[in-house]
């Protein structure tokens, strides 16, 4: 069936780089997705990126794809105390034609220290 | 309005009991998604509604779980007979357009649900 994996805690040192990692089953997937939750806040989109791609990076954050292995990762470079927070992996996957449901991992606790 | 809101931000009920869960999406968005989230766990996929139909149901639960949307914008999901295990964050999303691949869902901050 479908699942998305992920690690469930990691802890970093401000300045630090963090690398949250995911594995998902759908190897048909079409977009992965890296959503940040904080207390008390809604689910944001912080970046996605299309199959086909291997690597895309937005300022501080690389996301990095290998289809082979169905890995995703993310990548928070110079880590800051505003990044602790619930990150969530999170995929379409090709039995939902209509691309209506988000499967999400169980969601990495992200914890920075000063 | 400037965001997806959710009312209320707390619910506690009895086991039992009926309870709705309003969401009301950012403006002009045709696309609404309610999710799950257990304690610990990431969001579940309920329900989406594209306009006023819900195009894909396949993740409520079961019969006691129900969702509408008669003019295209507020939402609502109703839970009859709750039971304990009824009890999480209940999410609202909405996104311009539908499918979540092509267009981006914006959160709620959600209803926290608990049944005793």
């Keep these: ?114 | 309005g400037a965001g997806v809101s959710q009312t209320p931000s707390n619910k506690v009920t009895e086991k039992g009991k009926y309870v709705e869960l309003r969401c009301d999406p950012i403006s002009g968005h045709t696309a609404l998604y309610w999710y799950r989230q257990s304690l610990g766990q990431g969001p579940e996929f309920l329900i989406y509604f594209q306009g006023t139909g819900a195009a894909d149901d396949s993740g409520l639960p079961n019969d006691r779980f129900f969702a509408v949307r008669p003019e295209g914008s507020v939402s609502t999901l109703k839970i009859q007979r709750t039971e304990r295990g009824d009890s999480a964050v209940y999410l609202c999303a909405s996104s311009l357009t539908g499918g979540q691949g092509r267009s981006e869902a914006f959160f709620g901050q959600g209803t926290r649900l608990t049944v005793v």
Excluded at chain 1, 24 to 52: C, H, M, R, V
Excluded at chain 1, 62 to 78: E, F, G, M, P
Aim: charged share 20%.
């Design chain 1, 1 to 114: 069936g479908e699942d998305v994996e992920q690690s469930l805690f990691l802890s970093v040192r401000e300045g630090d780089s963090s690398v949250i990692n995911c594995t998902y089953t759908d190897s048909s997937s079409t977009y992965l997705y890296w959503y940040k939750q904080e207390p008390g806040a809604g689910l944001q989109l912080l970046t996605y990126i299309f199959s086909n791609m291997d690597m895309k990076q937005d300022q501080r954050l690389t996301v990095l794809l290998n289809k082979k292995d169905k890995h995703l990762s993310l990548r928070i470079a110079d880590t800051q105390t505003g990044d602790s927070a619930i990150y969530f992996c999170a995929e379409i996957p090709e039995a939902n034609q209509a691309g209506t449901a988000l499967i999400f991992g169980k969601g990495t606790t992200l914890s920075v220290s000063s």
